[in-house]
């Protein structure tokens, strides 16, 4: 509870409704972000692997006889076609990460200047931290 | 029955007992709907006014009363609305993977690299057969509708198929984002109404404290 002198006596606009509403979609954004990129980059790990795997393998009679997955069945493909679609694979996901990186850059920006005008009207009076 | 029936029938505080306790119906705070049919929460700029347009003055047990009526259909909403984001989150993946079995079947046909091709299949749980595809012959493939039934396309027409399909899953589960997005905004208006009627609630006992305490 706030002591007297520390309580904040200014009336809610309906423009800092506004932005206490946009400060509250974009934290359900940038916490969507987060987890998708942990996501993606937990696939990203699995393709490496499966491409290390791929490398060790060398060539010899085991060349020719890779599973890939592809749907729910497996199709036996070359091993450079296996590595070309790993690689082609990655770089998909490489750059989902980067554009939801931006993304987040975007978001904790935004967020600091709607701090810094809502923590300006209301002081103590509003919350706006995670934990 | 619609979100917006559901939600305007509900009343709040309905007593007839011969005083004139004032009703307020979940209309009174809510302004308007958005596209598809969830109400508005109404941003009331001043509370006190507000109180005073209802006859007798609304009482703030009555306004919190009714402000957390509403949140709780609108988390109800909420729920229902991420349940279904989760569902389309795993449809469109499954979409794309058909999608990428059917495109690589074509490249195989165009390619002239070999005409069959091994494959092992799914026969059961965790039995896998081995089949012999033939890529350069082979035109068709056979897509699930639901329900026992599986329908014959060619490779084109199954990819027109799944597109319009996956585009179709992508647009519901932007309408569902949005929605979601809408009802969080409605959430936290209400939640911040609660609150500033029950501020304006302890102010006014106070004041009336101590103007009494000082006459």
Not at chain 1, 5 to 30: G, K, W
Not at chain 2, 44 to 61: C, L, R, Y
Request: glycine letters at 6%; hydrophobic letters at 35%.
């Amino acid at each position: 509870m706030l002591a007297p002198d520390e309580e904040n006596n200014s009336e809610v606009r309906r423009e800092d409704q506004d932005n206490i509403n946009r400060f509250a979609r974009l934290n359900a954004r940038l916490h969507a972000i987060r987890g998708e990129r942990q996501s993606l980059q937990k696939d990203l790990e699995g393709l490496d692997d499966a491409s290390t795997e791929l490398m060790m393998m060398g060539s010899g009679a085991d060349g020719d006889k890779v599973m890939l997955l592809a749907g729910e069945a497996f199709l036996e493909v070359s091993e450079e076609d296996a590595t070309e679609v790993c690689e082609k694979q990655v770089e998909k996901l490489q750059d989902q990460v980067n554009s939801l990186t931006e993304e987040e850059e975007g978001i904790v920006g935004e967020q600091a200047k709607l701090k810094t005008i809502l923590y300006g009207r209301f002081g103590k009076s509003i919350n706006l931290e995670d934990k | 029955m619609s979100t917006e029936t559901a939600l305007a029938t509900a009343k709040a505080g309905e007593i007839d007992d011969g005083k004139d306790v004032p009703n307020m119906s979940l209309l009174d705070i809510t302004e308007g709907d958005n596209e598809r049919g969830i109400p508005k929460a109404k941003f009331i700029d001043d509370v006190e006014a507000f109180s005073s347009t209802f006859e007798p003055p609304a009482s703030p047990e009555l306004l919190i009363g009714a402000c957390s009526d509403l949140m709780n259909k609108y988390r109800n909403y909420e729920a229902q609305l991420q349940q279904r984001q989760l569902r389309l989150k795993q449809k469109v993946p499954e979409l794309e993977k058909s999608l990428s079995l059917v495109r690589t079947l074509l490249e195989k046909q165009g390619s002239p690299d070999s005409t069959t091709g091994m494959a092992r299949y799914s026969l059961a749980d965790n039995i896998f057969a081995q089949a012999e595809l033939d890529y350069e012959n082979n035109n068709t493939v056979n897509l699930w509708l639901g329900a026992n039934v599986m329908l014959e396309f060619t490779y084109q027409e199954a990819l027109d198929f799944l597109s319009q399909n996956q585009e179709r899953a992508k647009k519901e589960m932007e309408d569902a984002i949005s929605d979601l997005a809408f009802v969080r905004d409605q959430i936290v208006t209400s939640e911040v109404t609660m609150s500033r009627v029950f501020n304006w609630d302890v102010r006014r006992k106070r004041n009336t404290k101590e103007s009494t305490t000082s006459s």
